[in-house]
């Protein structure tokens, strides 16, 4: 639903009748991730886990008496999910078909691998050593760009940038 294109963007005023039946869809959509969630959160607060959602629930009061309630756990998740999964695979999509398409690349970078990993899996803490993956890596986001658009901003005030009038509550979306 996050890329569909939505008419609503381009002439607003139609937002009230839902012609493409987009808010319904994403309304379904969402009942069906809330219950994914409290599934999910409630079998944490059963068997608490070394891990993300199981950390959020036991900081859930932070020193300033401020409460994260399961609404805002749910969202955060959301948040990282939708952040972190189709950039990291857009990436390595990206990053694969650079080094079948350079076969000098990918050979130079198995011999790293070889050398430095051998026959095991890559932990977190060999990526300093691993020169070559690292410049492959950024070689990979500056030819192949995964998020050429910054998370869109409203403007709170009148600006004036670069000569360009930007409106009080315009939707800004950042070519990065
Ligand atoms: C190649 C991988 C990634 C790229 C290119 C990327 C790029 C970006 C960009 C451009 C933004 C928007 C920043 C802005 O508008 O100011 C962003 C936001 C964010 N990213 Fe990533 N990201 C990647 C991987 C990840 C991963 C693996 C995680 C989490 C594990 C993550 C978590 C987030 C979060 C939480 C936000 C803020 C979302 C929000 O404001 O709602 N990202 N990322």
Redesign the pocket.
């Known amino acids: 639903m996050v890329g569909v294109f939505n008419l609503v963007d381009f002439v607003p005023f139609l937002g009230a009748f839902d012609l493409q039946g987009l808010k319904a869809r994403t309304r379904i959509l969402g009942e069906k991730l809330d219950k994914a969630l409290k599934t999910i959160i409630n079998d944490h607060q059963q068997q608490k886990q070394d891990d993300f959602i199981s950390t959020m629930l036991t900081e859930q009061i932070n020193p300033n008496g401020d409460i994260m309630d399961r609404n805002c756990i749910k969202a955060?998740t959301v948040?990282?999910i939708?952040?972190?999964?189709d950039?990291?695979t857009?990436?390595l999509e990206w990053a694969l078909l650079a080094l079948i398409k350079h076969p000098r690349v990918m050979s130079k970078l198995q011999k790293e691998l070889e050398r430095i990993i051998r026959m095991r899996m890559v932990e977190e803490n060999d990526l300093p050593k691993l020169e070559y993956l690292d410049t492959v890596?950024k070689e990979t986001?500056r030819l192949y760009?995964?998020?050429p658009?910054?998370?869109p901003?409203e403007s709170m005030e009148d600006i004036v940038i670069d000569g360009c009038y930007i409106p009080k509550r315009s939707r800004v979306i950042?070519n990065?």
């Open positions: 955060i948040d990282m939708v952040a972190s999964l950039t990291s857009a990436l890596v986001l760009l995964v998020a658009m910054l998370i901003r950042v990065v």
